[in-house]
């Protein structure tokens, strides 16, 4: 943090972000300008981030301000200038680090876990399709696609190598009132009909783990 500034001064800072501020000038009719760039030879180690406005990293007055991203640590200059000739060059500019602070480690391990099962690897689906009975496939693959259509009664999902912690629930929804239409079960279960032709027209998928909890929705026409 600078205080009050008279003509120049140089900074250190270390990487990170920060937010240099001009807080006051004892001379607010006349305030002094204040401008702040990388020390000769340190250009590439910050970037100077301004008012989209800003055509120079200028600051012309009291309660204004930039960011200064400094990717490997180096220094800046603070310059000072009268706003008239013999006017004053007395300015409180301050340099203050924005923390980015750091997710709990908690969150960070359950972040982990679904990323790195994002596949879902031994994943199948069983539908039960009119006139030709059970088909089982694997994920990224149609039960009764474009080249077959037909009318899909039920489904069940089966997922033996499930990640410890993942719940996966799911329903299905008919076109016409019929018990069991969007009763929520478990993996393995079998939601929906059998030689009734009696086609489902939607799919409800809900997914939670540990401290997290989402659902997905897909209905089919």
Not at 25 to 49: N, W
Not at 65 to 91: C, D, E
């Amino acid at each position: 943090m600078m205080d009050d500034v008279e003509q120049q001064k140089v900074v250190s800072l270390d990487r990170g972000l920060f937010f240099v501020s001009y807080k006051s000038a004892d001379d607010l009719a006349s305030p002094p300008h204040v401008t702040v760039v990388p020390t000769q030879g340190h250009e590439g180690r910050m970037e100077l981030i301004m008012h989209p406005d800003a055509t120079e990293p200028t600051l012309w007055e009291p309660n204004s301000g930039l960011m200064v991203r400094v990717n490997t640590p180096g220094t800046l200059q603070i310059q000072v200038q009268p706003m008239r000739p013999g006017g004053s060059r007395a300015a409180m500019v301050r340099i203050e680090p924005i923390q980015s602070g750091r997710a709990p480690l908690g969150a960070q391990n359950e972040s982990v876990v679904m990323h790195a099962n994002v596949a879902m690897d031994g994943l199948k689906i069983l539908g039960h399709v009119a006139g030709r009975g059970d088909v089982v496939v694997a994920s990224n693959a149609w039960i009764a696609g474009p080249t077959a259509p037909s009318r899909i009664e039920g489904i069940a999902l089966e997922w033996p190598e499930k990640p410890a912690g993942l719940d996966i629930r799911y329903a299905v929804q008919f076109p016409i009132s019929q018990a069991g239409s969007g009763k929520m079960v478990s993996l393995g279960t079998y939601a929906g009909t059998r030689g009734r032709a009696l086609p489902i027209t939607g799919v409800v998928l809900e997914i939670s783990g540990a401290g997290d909890s989402s659902s997905w929705r897909k209905r089919r026409s």
